[in-house]
C-alpha cells in the first residue's frame, strides 16, 4: 500500500456508522486509480474524525472563518507526508443520513481533502472545474472498486 492514512477520532458517533476507521479510508485510496496511489513511494496522511464544535474551533485559529465547515484541509507536503484533513461528523450526517449515504458522502468528502493536499483549489472556476473533475474520476474509480 503506498497511501496509509493514520485515522484519529474525537467523536464517538463516527463509530456508528464505521466500524473499522482506519482499514475504510485505507481501503478507500488503494481504490484510487494509478495517477494518485503514489506507487514509487509510501506516503502518509492525517485524518481527524471530528464534528461541528472542534472543527468550528479549528476554522477560526487557521482560516479565521467564526464557523463550522465540512472539512479542512492542511496540506504540508513534507517529504512522504501529504498533510491532514479533518472531517465533521455533523455535515456528513446531515440531514440524517443512513449508514450507505454517510459513508458515500464521507468518501466523496475525504477524496475532495486529499486533492486538496495535493495542491488542487478551488478559489478559481477553471481551478473549480479542474478539481471536481478529478474529484469525479477518484470517486468512480472508488466505487468501481467497492461494488
Given at each position: 500500500?503506498?497511501?496509509?492514512?493514520?485515522v484519529?477520532s474525537?467523536?464517538?458517533n463516527?463509530?456508528?456508522?464505521?466500524?473499522?476507521?482506519?482499514?475504510f479510508?485505507?481501503?478507500?485510496?488503494?481504490l484510487?486509480?494509478k495517477?494518485?496511489?503514489?506507487?514509487k513511494?509510501?506516503?502518509?496522511?492525517?485524518?481527524?474524525?471530528?464534528n461541528?464544535?472542534?472543527?468550528?474551533?479549528l476554522n477560526?485559529?487557521?482560516?479565521?472563518?467564526?464557523?463550522?465547515?465540512?472539512?479542512l484541509?492542511?496540506?504540508?507536503?513534507?517529504e512522504?507526508?501529504?498533510?491532514d484533513i479533518?472531517?465533521?461528523?455533523?455535515f456528513?450526517?446531515?440531514p440524517?443520513?443512513?449508514?450507505?449515504l454517510?459513508?458515500?458522502?464521507?468518501?466523496?468528502?475525504?477524496?475532495?481533502?486529499?486533492?486538496?493536499?495535493l495542491?488542487?483549489d478551488?478559489?478559481?472556476?477553471q481551478?473549480y472545474?479542474?478539481?471536481i473533475?478529478?474529484?469525479?474520476?477518484?470517486?468512480?474509480?472508488v466505487?468501481?472498486g467497492?461494488?
Amino acid at each position: 500500500m503506498m497511501i496509509k492514512v493514520n485515522v484519529f477520532s474525537e467523536d464517538n458517533n463516527w463509530s456508528k456508522k464505521i466500524k473499522k476507521k482506519e482499514a475504510f479510508f485505507n481501503s478507500i485510496c488503494k481504490l484510487f486509480p494509478k495517477e494518485y496511489k503514489f506507487l514509487k513511494k509510501k506516503v502518509y496522511l492525517s485524518l481527524l474524525l471530528s464534528n461541528n464544535k472542534e472543527i468550528k474551533k479549528l476554522n477560526k485559529k487557521f482560516r479565521k472563518k467564526n464557523k463550522a465547515t465540512d472539512i479542512l484541509s492542511f496540506p504540508l507536503n513534507k517529504e512522504n507526508y501529504l498533510g491532514d484533513i479533518i472531517i465533521s461528523y455533523n455535515f456528513m450526517n446531515e440531514p440524517k443520513k443512513k449508514t450507505q449515504l454517510f459513508k458515500d458522502k464521507v468518501i466523496k468528502t475525504f477524496i475532495h481533502g486529499f486533492l486538496h493536499l495535493l495542491g488542487h483549489d478551488h478559489i478559481k472556476d477553471q481551478d473549480y472545474k479542474k478539481m471536481i473533475k478529478e474529484e469525479d474520476k477518484i470517486y468512480q474509480s472508488v466505487i468501481s472498486g467497492l461494488n
